[in-house]
């Protein structure tokens, strides 16, 4: 009979040393989703999950210089092309796991949409993220152009990723700011908003990539299957993100 609990005996000595660390660079859009996915995936796989969000160009540059990332949650599918043509990451291990949605907010404003978008035609004092390292910054100034705005006759308040653009906004600093749709979703807050139509910007595309240094990473690899399971594909929906 003893001889019986033998391999559980054992089994439960080495689950500790069978369970892995994945540490992942996610984009500052995608943080909050991603810190919700990654405890629900440690509590099925007993693995472990350390999340750095930072903008998309911030992170990497970060994965160039040889930051030790295994995975990495992009706001875009350029950057994670770049990681694959530079060798870091194979073809197959780069996926589109969420479209993501811009949002004028302006919470001083009260209305509807329509008086949202009105406000954001007359505005003088915008906030959004540097479109150099932030692909949700790139999409605000696309959508500025589209809407005839000059982004350079503007008072712009530049945050480093979309987080701080929020922040931005929601302190009072600015009279708007083009923030993540996932950034207000579902949330109870003053003032107006308008959903930019996707037809004003390219496609927020964001990319995930399995690194090479992430490969032989059980927890790293875990963790990316589990991004696009079922139950991870509706969190993402009722986050505010259209799904691939």
């Given at each position: 009979?003893?001889?019986?609990?033998?391999?559980?005996?054992?089994?439960?000595?080495?689950?500790?040393?069978?369970?892995?660390?994945?540490?992942?660079?996610?984009?500052?859009?995608?943080?909050?989703?991603?810190?919700?996915?990654?405890?629900?995936f440690?509590?099925?796989?007993?693995?472990?999950?350390?999340i750095?969000?930072?903008?998309?160009?911030?992170?990497?540059?970060?994965?160039?210089?040889?930051?030790?990332?295994?995975?990495?949650?992009?706001?875009?599918?350029?950057h994670?092309?770049?990681?694959?043509?530079?060798?870091?990451?194979?073809?197959?291990?780069?996926?589109t796991?969420?479209?993501?949605?811009?949002?004028?907010?302006?919470?001083?404003h009260?209305?509807?949409?329509?008086?949202?978008?009105a406000?954001?035609?007359?505005?003088?004092?915008?906030?959004?993220?540097?479109?150099?390292?932030a692909?949700?910054?790139?999409?605000?100034?696309?959508?500025?152009?589209?809407?005839?705005?000059?982004?350079?006759?503007?008072?712009?308040?530049?945050g480093?990723?979309?987080?701080?653009?929020y922040?931005?906004?929601?302190?009072?600093?600015?009279?708007?700011?083009l923030?993540?749709?996932?950034?207000?979703?579902?949330?109870?807050?003053?003032?107006?908003?308008?959903?930019?139509?996707?037809?004003?910007?390219?496609?927020?595309?964001?990319?995930?990539?399995?690194?090479?240094?992430?490969e032989?990473?059980?927890?790293?690899?875990?963790?990316?299957r589990?991004l696009?399971s079922?139950?991870?594909?509706?969190?993402?929906?009722?986050?505010?993100?259209?799904?691939?």
């Amino acid at each position: 009979m003893r001889l019986l609990w033998l391999p559980l005996f054992f089994f439960f000595v080495a689950y500790p040393l069978l369970a892995a660390e994945a540490r992942v660079a996610v984009a500052s859009n995608f943080s909050q989703v991603a810190r919700e996915l990654a405890a629900r995936f440690e509590a099925r796989s007993g693995h472990q999950v350390r999340i750095s969000s930072a903008s998309s160009g911030k992170l990497y540059a970060q994965i160039r210089h040889g930051a030790p990332f295994h995975l990495f949650l992009s706001a875009d599918a350029e950057h994670p092309r770049r990681l694959v043509k530079a060798g870091l990451a194979r073809p197959q291990n780069r996926r589109t796991y969420a479209i993501g949605r811009l949002v004028f907010w302006a919470p001083d404003h009260p209305g509807d949409a329509e008086v949202c978008r009105a406000r954001l035609r007359n505005l003088d004092r915008l906030a959004v993220a540097n479109p150099r390292t932030a692909p949700y910054g790139a999409a605000a100034v696309e959508t500025l152009k589209a809407l005839g705005r000059d982004p350079g006759q503007l008072r712009l308040v530049v945050g480093e990723n979309i987080a701080q653009a929020y922040a931005f906004t929601a302190s009072g600093a600015v009279e708007g700011g083009l923030v993540a749709a996932a950034q207000i979703q579902g949330r109870d807050l003053p003032g107006c908003r308008w959903p930019v139509p996707e037809r004003l910007h390219h496609p927020i595309e964001q990319q995930a990539v399995l690194l090479e240094q992430g490969e032989d990473n059980p927890a790293a690899e875990g963790f990316f299957r589990f991004l696009f399971s079922e139950p991870a594909r509706t969190l993402i929906q009722a986050a505010g993100y259209r799904l691939p």
